[in-house]
C-alpha cells in the first residue's frame, strides 16, 4: 500500500478521534481501511453495508471536513463495501449525500484546528443538507405520529406562522422523527424556494462551534446561524452539559425567533426530562407545540412495510407482511432493514420471500439488533423509579439521607455503566461537580464492601439497566 496514503489516513484518523467519542471511533471508524487515492478520489474499505449508512447518515461531514484537509479540497469519496461476507462480495457505492463541510481554498496543515466553521454570511448560495428520500409522500401516517405529522404539514405549508414554533418532536430512535423533519424541511423549499433552510444534527452543531471557537471565528458562527429562515436540529439532547454551546444556542434562538423565523427541533425525550439544559432553554423549547412520536403499532407496522414493499417492486404475500409485524417492534429502520435482508436473501437464493424465511431472517435481525448505549439521564431515571423518588429533588438542595443516597447511586452507576466525564456526570445528576462525582463513588463501592442488601440492590438496578 502507498506509504503516502496509509500516513494521510493516520492523520484523518487522528483528527476524527479528536471529534467524536472513543467508543464510536473504535466501533465504525478504526474498522475503515484506505484502499486507494487516484486522481481526485479517495476510496474507502468498509465492513458492511450498515457501516456504509451509518457513517453517511451521521458522520459524513466529519469524514469530508478530514479528508479534504488531508487529500484535498472537494476531494470525491467512494466506498467499497462489503456485502456479502461468506462469498466476499464487495460493491464500490459512492457517497451519495450533501455535505456542509465547508471547502477552502487553503488548508492549514498544522495544529489541530478543525475546518467544519459555517459558510460567511454573505455566501447566498445554502445546501439545506435535507435527504429528499425523507418526504411526506413516503411517511406512513398512524396514531402513534399522527400529531407531529398533521403539525409538521402545517409548519411546511406556513413557516413560522403557526403557533407551533418552535415544533419540538420527540421520541424514541427510530421512530420517524428524522423523517418527519426532512420532509418539513423539504416541502417548505418547494413551497418557497427562496426560504434558506437548514437540517443540521446538534453533533454536527457542536463540531462547527468548537471550530470557531478554535478559528476565533465565533461571530461569523453565530452570523451565519441567524440568517437562516427554518433551523432544523436534530437530537437536541445532545447538547446537554454542553453550557457554552447551549448559550450560543440560546442567543441564536432568540434571534430566529424573535424575527419571525421557524424552529424545528427533535429529541430523544421530551423537554421536562431532558437534564444538563439550562431552564431558560427548556422554557423556549416549551413555547411552541411538544409532539410526542411513539413506537408504531402493529398496523402502522403492517402500513410501513406494504408501503416499503410496493416502492421497491418486491412481492410479499400477506402472511410474511403479518409475521414480520408482528416480530419486528422496535422501530421503522428495523422494518426497513428487515425487507433489504429479504430481497437479498432472495436475489442471492432465488427464491421467493416466504414465512420460512421471514422467520430465519427476522430471527437473526431482531437479535442483532444493537441496543441504545445507556447515557446517564437513562441511569438518573431508572435509579429515582427504583428508589421512588422525583428527578426533581436530585436537582434540589435537599440533604435528606434518601435524596442524597440516590444522587450518589446514580453518579456510581453512570461512571460505571456510562462513558460521560465525572464532570458531565456531575452536571446531569444534581448540577454537582467531578469532585462529588468520585466522592459518590467512593462511598457507594465502599458500602457495598460491607453491606450484602445494598450491594444486591445495585446489582438489581445494574440488571434492570442492562433490561431497559
Not at 467499497?80 to 457517497?95: A, G, I, Y
Not at 432553554?281 to 398496523?299: C, D, H, Q, S
Not at 412495510?305 to 417492486?313: E, F, H, I, M, T
Request: charged share 30%; with cysteine; glycine share 4%.
Amino acid at each position: 500500500m502507498d506509504n503516502k496514503l496509509v500516513e494521510r489516513w493516520e492523520a484523518c484518523l487522528k483528527f476524527f478521534a479528536d471529534n467524536i467519542s472513543s467508543a464510536t471511533y473504535d466501533k465504525f471508524f478504526l474498522s475503515i481501511r484506505p484502499i486507494k487515492y487516484e486522481g481526485n478520489t479517495l476510496m474507502l474499505g468498509v465492513p458492511s453495508p450498515f457501516v456504509y449508512e451509518y457513517l453517511e447518515e451521521h458522520y459524513l461531514d466529519l469524514l469530508r471536513t478530514g479528508i479534504y484537509r488531508y487529500f484535498g479540497d472537494g476531494t470525491r469519496l467512494v466506498y467499497r463495501v462489503l456485502t456479502d461476507k461468506e462469498n466476499q462480495k464487495k460493491q464500490e457505492w459512492e457517497s451519495d449525500r450533501s455535505s456542509t463541510a465547508v471547502v477552502q481554498k487553503s488548508i492549514p496543515q498544522d495544529g489541530n484546528k478543525v475546518v467544519a466553521s459555517p459558510p460567511m454570511p454573505a455566501v447566498q448560495e445554502l445546501d439545506p443538507r435535507l435527504n429528499p428520500k425523507y418526504n411526506f409522500e413516503n411517511f406512513i401516517e398512524g396514531l402513534s405520529n399522527k400529531l407531529s405529522r398533521t403539525a409538521g404539514e402545517a409548519v411546511a405549508q406556513s413557516p413560522a406562522k403557526t403557533s407551533f414554533n418552535p415544533l419540538f418532536i420527540y421520541g424514541p430512535s427510530g421512530v420517524g422523527k428524522t423523517h418527519l423533519v426532512n420532509a418539513i424541511g423539504t416541502r417548505i423549499k418547494e413551497l418557497y424556494p427562496e426560504k434558506r433552510v437548514l437540517y443540521v444534527s446538534a453533533h454536527l452543531f457542536q463540531v462547527q462551534y468548537t471550530s470557531s471557537v478554535r478559528e476565533n471565528t465565533v461571530n461569523n458562527f453565530i452570523n451565519f446561524y441567524q440568517s437562516i429562515d427554518v433551523l432544523i436540529i436534530d437530537d437536541i439532547q445532545e447538547f446537554a452539559a454542553l453550557t457554552k454551546t447551549q448559550n450560543t444556542f440560546f442567543h441564536i434562538f432568540n434571534h430566529l425567533h424573535q424575527t419571525g423565523k421557524q424552529l424545528i427541533l427533535t429529541s430523544d425525550r421530551s423537554p421536562v426530562m431532558l437534564q444538563g439544559m439550562e431552564d431558560r432553554l427548556l422554557t423556549r423549547f416549551k413555547w411552541g407545540l411538544i409532539a410526542e412520536m411513539e413506537r408504531p403499532n402493529v398496523e402502522l407496522r403492517k402500513n410501513i412495510l406494504r408501503d416499503k414493499v410496493r416502492r421497491d417492486g418486491l412481492k410479499f404475500s400477506e402472511k410474511v407482511i403479518d409475521y414480520i409485524a408482528e416480530h419486528v417492534d422496535e422501530s421503522v429502520r428495523d422494518l426497513e432493514g428487515v425487507v433489504i435482508s429479504l430481497m437479498a436473501h432472495s436475489t442471492v437464493y432465488n427464491r421467493n420471500v416466504d414465512v420460512e424465511m421471514a422467520e430465519r431472517v427476522v430471527r437473526k435481525a431482531v437479535r442483532m439488533v444493537e441496543q441504545k448505549p445507556l447515557d446517564v439521564s437513562d441511569v438518573l431515571e431508572k435509579v429515582c423509579e427504583h428508589y421512588g423518588v422525583d428527578t426533581n429533588d436530585v436537582f434540589s438542595k435537599v440533604r435528606k439521607r434518601e435524596i442524597v443516597q440516590v444522587r450518589q447511586v446514580a453518579m456510581y452507576l453512570a461512571k460505571k455503566h456510562t462513558e460521560a466525564s465525572s464532570s458531565k456526570i456531575g452536571k446531569l445528576i444534581g448540577k454537582r461537580d467531578h469532585a462529588t462525582v468520585l466522592h459518590a463513588c467512593k462511598i457507594v463501592g465502599a458500602q457495598i464492601e460491607v453491606d450484602k442488601v445494598f450491594k444486591s440492590e445495585i446489582e438489581e438496578l445494574e440488571n434492570q439497566l442492562r433490561r431497559r
